[in-house]
């Protein structure tokens, strides 16, 4: 049997990895790394537990710091892992640190390297995400694309002989626990206090987790949602927390309901239930889009201009007003759309692993 290593790090990744080691597990060996880039219960062990993932068989711990000292001490731990398990191929997801760290680590062993939702770039190196996705991608030997616009990347960066387009696995999971998450079962919303929150019939979603977004543009967010027509939840990544506590010494933002970051069940439940979505991730935008509800996106670029049909996404700027303004636009929705495939992204991945690698 193949052994196949898997570097995971960020919540996002957790996900991908659930859904891939199922279609994975009677055909390969896998060990999974976690790098340790997110660490916060609420951001790794609630996912592992929740999407029943065994645990890793290797915690890096290696987190915060700057991006260059984050990315060289998991390059430097995972080099060791590879040394030690010798897999016949390395799979790493997405645009983090810890994916950067595991492809590098991977090629220049002369292991294989298989990246998960490869292709969404703007070839700009402006923007950490941006990076860490041209570099995993130009280092892996199979690209899984999950929409045609990153294929089309993809193309233009001379990769077409190694790329595939299968869909997005982030669709596959949302599928499945779509159907069976309830948000009235569910009890993880607390405030920062650990204390529990309701959560309302009537919501907007919001999500804000960008170094970009960090610090005046939070309060523009902040601003525009104190004025929607309907209470805000907003699961706070922990880099805004302490950013957070502070403004609300100025305005205690009482239309808001400032929650700790939920598992994925519970970000599944409420984005099936919240009326808007206001977000600067690129999975939430996804998930709206997946669940039929309108979103906007304070970024400047969109790394799925797919979501942005029928202004089922709008991309706004770190401005109260244009948030605003751009949720309140009417937007039309065409059921017959799926740029993200038919839910079995995982499958296809696996069977073109086959043909690659061999079982
Ligand atoms: C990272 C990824 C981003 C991905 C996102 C998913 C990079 C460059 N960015 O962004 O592509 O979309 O994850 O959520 O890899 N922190 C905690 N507790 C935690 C995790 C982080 O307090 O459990 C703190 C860190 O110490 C750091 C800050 O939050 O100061 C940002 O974390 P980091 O891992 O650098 O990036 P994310 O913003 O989460």
Known sequence: MK??????????????????????????????????????????DVFFEELRMAPPAYNLNISGGSHGAMTGRMLIAIEEVLLSEKPDAVIVYGDTNSTTAGALAAVKLGIPVVHIEAGNNRGSLNNPEDVNRIVSDHTSSLLFACVESAMKNLRDENLADRSFFVGDSMLDAFLYYAKIVDIKTRTDFTDFGGNRVEIPDDFYYLTCHR???????????????????????????????????????????????????????????????????????????????????????????????ETLHGGMNRLVKP?????????????????????????????????????YFGK
């Open 3 to 44: 052994k196949i290593l898997t570097v995971v790090g960020a919540r996002p990744q957790f996900v991908k990895a659930a859904m891939m080691s199922r279609v994975l597990k009677d055909d390969y060996e896998e060990i999974l790394v976690h790098t340790g880039q997110h660490y916060d219960k609420n951001m790794s």
């Open 211 to 305: 170094q970009e977004n960090a610090n005046e543009h939070l309060l523009q967010i902040l601003s525009a949602a104190q004025e929607l027509d309907a209470p805000v939840v907003y699961a706070v990544h922990p880099r805004n927390r302490q950013r957070i506590t502070e403004l609300q010494k100025e305005d205690p933002f009482d239309n808001i309901s400032f929650i700790n970051p939920v598992g994925y069940l519970s970000s599944v439940a409420l984005m099936k239930n919240a009326k808007k979505v206001i977000t600067d991730s690129g999975g939430l935008q996804r998930e709206a889009f997946f669940a039929g509800k309108p979103c906007v996106t304070v970024f400047n670029y969109a790394w799925w201009p």
């Open 319 to 355: 401005d109260k007003n244009d948030i605003l303004d751009k949720l309140s636009q009417p937007v039309e929705m065409d059921p017959t759309y799926k740029p993200f495939g038919d839910g079995h992204a995982c499958e296809k991945m696996k069977e073109i692993m086959e043909q």
